[in-house]
């Protein structure tokens, strides 16, 4: 599928990524064809001195990365576990963790050490953030909640969210998504959901699969559609770029680019939805 700009001829602001916890361990993040594409930039936070020189070394000129932990502003104890994914400033709770083959021992605290914070709103580098984007095992709901001025820009958010407490005191899924939906957000999707086997059954002696339990998923929101007015017109195309590039939501960046067409008088729309059209086409 051709890109948002291609579709509609270059339509889109450039979009502003905060990336909270980029770690490259995993895969690519949602927007890295927009990065590459020269749609997107991007503002990063990884305290994880390893992973952020990995970023440096990779970075390209629309990429800042920054070496702080992401908070409330306040300090607090980083617990260092033997899984890296699994360091937290939240302590890692055992009797969930037994629940599962590997918890225990990824999640093994191996030392801690104070850190201090900073809160979202504080650092000028985010303002205009159209994307945030946060990994960072139970202190996602933290962040939010210090970064108002930040949700007031922003059009779509990617946080990893859970089912279970895999920390003591971790905000679960439905608390995060009271939160958002206070602050005119919805949940779009999951992106995808993770599920683990209760011990002690174990499938095909894989350790990492799932059955039925949901332990995480990485959750999308996006602004409530319903509530479209109170968008700007940079807004809506952003958020359509972003649902487009990242997400693949077509259905609902036509109906943002007919409200964008609604109060310019503009064709983005129809444009739009004759680029998807002529795409199979195309791609035969």
Aim: proline content about 6%; hydrophobic content about 45%.
């Amino acid at each position: 599928m051709h890109s948002f700009q291609t579709l509609t001829g270059g339509a889109a602001p450039r979009v502003k990524v905060v990336d909270i916890g980029a770690n490259p361990i995993d895969s690519e993040p949602p927007y890295a064809a927009m990065l590459r594409g020269g749609d997107a930039e991007v503002v990063g936070f990884e305290p994880n001195r390893a992973a952020l020189a990995e970023l440096e070394r990779r970075r390209g000129p629309l990429e800042r990365y920054f070496p702080h932990a992401v908070g409330d502003g306040a300090r607090h104890v980083l617990h260092i576990c033997q899984a890296p994914g699994m360091t937290s400033l939240l302590e890692p709770d055992p009797a969930v963790l037994s629940l599962f083959h590997g918890f225990p021992d990824w999640g093994c605290v191996l030392a801690t050490e104070a850190v201090d914070t900073v809160r979202l709103d504080d650092v000028a580098e985010t303002a205009g953030a159209d994307l945030l984007k946060l990994d960072i095992q139970g202190a996602e709901l933290m962040v939010l909640r210090h970064a108002e001025a930040r949700l007031r820009d922003a059009v779509v958010i990617q946080a990893e969210v859970e089912f279970l407490p895999l920390y003591r005191g971790q905000p679960l899924f439905s608390e995060m998504e009271i939160f958002l939906r206070a602050r005119g957000f919805v949940l779009h999707r999951f992106f995808p959901t993770v599920s683990r086997v209760v011990q002690p059954m174990m499938v095909n002696g894989d350790p990492y699969a799932g059955l039925g339990q949901l332990v995480w998923a990485d959750a999308v929101f996006i602004r409530d559609l319903t509530r479209i007015g109170a968008l700007s017109e940079r807004q809506l195309l952003a958020m359509a770029a972003i649902l487009h590039d990242a997400y693949a939501a077509y259905d609902i960046v036509f109906r943002l680019l007919e409200e964008h067409d609604r109060r310019t008088g503009g064709s983005r729309a129809d444009a739009y939805l004759a680029g998807l059209q002529a795409a199979p086409a195309q791609a035969a």
